[in-house]
């Protein structure tokens, strides 16, 4: 699968509703992916245009070997 990338990285994002309406991004925490959203960025296009994104190394994006995937203090 061909992904756009960030800074060279394939990043996996889906995109919902009118691109003129006002947008609303969805972003997981440490350790999830998208799916954490589950179906509530769908269900909101009759509102808002909706994006959600899989960040650098987590569920359908690309996971750069030499990435620090842990969270630091």
Do not use: N, Q
């Not at 889906?14 to 589950?38: C, M, N, P, Q, T």
């Not at 269900?43 to 630091?72: H, M, N, Q, W």
């Amino acid at each position: 699968m061909s992904l756009p990338t960030v800074k060279g990285v394939g990043t996996f994002y889906r995109e919902y509703g009118d691109a003129r309406k006002e947008h609303v991004l969805f972003i997981h925490g440490l350790g999830a992916s998208s799916i954490r959203w589950g179906d509530i960025p769908e269900a909101l296009p009759k509102y808002f245009r909706t994006i959600v994104v899989d960040l650098i190394g987590f569920g359908a994006s690309e996971k750069p070997l030499d990435a620090d995937y842990t969270s630091k203090d």
